[in-house]
């Protein structure tokens, strides 16, 4: 299954179930409002916007037409991330450098959001937890600064990995001109288990895997995808342009 958020004008945005080749959509808000309010009842809900992903596979619930520049990340914001920040732009937003800056890093990585996890819960336990995959971007600048980060356009489960997930992503991640293999190798499980050895994590936290660092400048564009084994995108892609930020 894959879920997308559209941009309404609130901070939360519009949960809507997009199809496996990533080309129609169909509402899911009257489910739940956004992907948070559906991540806060997963276990009740989760079989009813598995029903209707399925019924928008065979064409039997109304659907529109998909375009990722739509899409805000799927989470915009989250209660807590592990690596990185927690409020997200767009896929498709720029990144905008302020001041004389021109060059700024990008951490490209796959990352997992995850429902309740006990303190001290096994690596098991922590694989149970893993409601939705995605890839995020975060933005580094100079003196230790962070610029904005984004998701992918689409958090999908885990089983439309197929045997390409066992706790890690067996896939090469695109990002910029590099296809890196080794980036989506994290064992989630044990990253989560570790991390929750000192404290829960709350539903909707983000853990991001090992990152790829990637170095752009203005006026370049940054792109970041991951294709299943037939070469279709998985996630949509995460494209950003680097421009100056004008103050309003």
Known sequence: MKLATLKNGSRDGKLVIV?????????ASFLAPNLQAALDDWRRIFPHITAL???????????????????????????????GGDAFVGPRDPIEL???????????????????????????????????????????????????????????TPDELGDAWDGAVHLPLQAGTRSIASVGWTSFPKLIADAASTRPLGTGAIVRGAVEALSVS??????????????????????????????A
């Open 98 to 156: 302020a001041g004389k800056t021109r060059d700024a890093k990008i951490e490209a990585a796959v990352a997992v959001i995850v429902a309740d996890v006990a303190m001290g819960a096994t690596a098991d336990a922590a694989k149970d937890a893993i409601a939705l995959v995605v890839l995020s971007a975060d933005t580094d600048l100079d003196a230790g600064h962070s610029g904005t980060s984004a998701l992918s356009p689409v958090a999908v």
């Open 53 to 83: 992903a399925d019924s928008l596979e065979i064409g039997s619930v109304p659907s529109s037409r998909f375009h990722e520049h739509d899409a805000h990340s799927p989470l915009p914001r989250a209660y807590q991330r592990l690596g």
């Open 19 to 27: 199809s496996r080749d990533l080309t129609r959509y169909t509402d």
């Open 218 to 247: 203005l006026g370049d564009t940054l792109r970041v995808e991951m294709k299943d084994k037939s070469g279709h995108s998985i996630f949509g892609a995460i494209e950003r342009q680097v421009g100056r930020f004008e103050p």
